[in-house]
């Protein structure tokens, strides 16, 4: 099982985005006392996302950086198969989302499209799924 983890400056407007746009769900959510989220943990079907705000102090915090400390470039990606790709894209531009590549048919088959989340990450969202 592989689970992907990350860091965002804003908790709550990255799980509304998730949760909203990308069509994860929540599974867990730990907040502080003043209601911050100090840990989020996201699913699609099997599949788990985790993150937590960029300000909390650990060794984790130290090997992850910000795309925008990068001048926007990101050293990975995100995959994740939906259902209804058309449906996952028209959600996308209608909330504004910053799509950097529009809906397209893939050369390896199936159909993708791909954005920046609010912290920046990169996710392409597509219906083929190379475990089918």
């Given at each position: 099982?592989l689970?992907?983890?990350?860091?965002?400056?804003?908790?709550d407007?990255?799980?509304?985005?998730?949760?909203d746009v990308?069509?994860?769900?929540?599974h867990r959510?730990?907040?502080d006392?003043?209601?911050?989220?100090?840990?989020?943990e996201?699913?699609?079907?099997?599949?788990?996302f985790?993150?937590g705000p960029?300000?909390?102090?650990?060794?984790f915090g130290r090997?992850?950086?910000?795309?925008?400390?990068?001048g926007?470039r990101?050293?990975?990606?995100?995959y994740a198969v939906?259902?209804?790709i058309?449906?996952?894209?028209?959600?996308?531009?209608?909330?504004?989302a910053?799509?950097a590549?529009?809906?397209d048919?893939?050369?390896h088959?199936?159909?993708?499209?791909?954005l920046?989340?609010p912290?920046g990450?990169v996710w392409t969202?597509?219906?083929?799924?190379p475990l089918a």
């Amino acid at each position: 099982m592989l689970i992907p983890a990350t860091r965002y400056p804003d908790c709550d407007a990255a799980l509304a985005f998730l949760r909203d746009v990308v069509g994860l769900g929540e599974h867990r959510v730990f907040r502080d006392d003043g209601g911050g989220i100090v840990h989020a943990e996201m699913t699609l079907g099997t599949g788990l996302f985790m993150f937590g705000p960029d300000t909390t102090p650990g060794d984790f915090g130290r090997f992850l950086i910000a795309p925008a400390e990068t001048g926007g470039r990101v050293t990975l990606s995100i995959y994740a198969v939906l259902p209804d790709i058309a449906a996952a894209y028209a959600r996308a531009v209608a909330a504004g989302a910053d799509i950097a590549q529009p809906l397209d048919a893939q050369g390896h088959g199936g159909t993708a499209f791909t954005l920046r989340d609010p912290g920046g990450h990169v996710w392409t969202l597509g219906d083929y799924d190379p475990l089918a």
